[in-house]
């Protein structure tokens, strides 16, 4: 048997289940709104990673805010790490060692 007749013998038994199979590949990837449908399902979920990354990153921004208009110590330590002094406080500085 030849491959033609195997294969028309294949179609034959299988007719129904490869026309159903050619017809959903046509409708769903020759049809633009599925393909729009994917790509604004993928957008979604990307932006909803980037959503909650930013509302976690704001929760934290707003807690040491919240805890810096408290504490007046969490403020003077966070002015000395920017190279702020008190009036009347003399800075001194160092070289590093060599080595």
Known sequence: MSRLQTLVAWLRERWV???ITVIL????????GFR???RNWLE????SREIAVLEADNARTASRLKE?????SSLEREARKVGFI???EIEYRFEPPKK
Not at 25 to 32: R, Y
Not at 68 to 72: A, Q, T, V
């Open 17 to 19: 289940k490869v026309l």
């Open 86 to 88: 008190k009036s009347g």
């Open 36 to 38: 729009s449908l994917v």
């Open 44 to 47: 979604l979920r990307s932006l």
């Open 25 to 32: 590949l046509a409708v769903f990837f020759g049809n633009q």
């Open 68 to 72: 810096l208009h408290e504490s007046d």
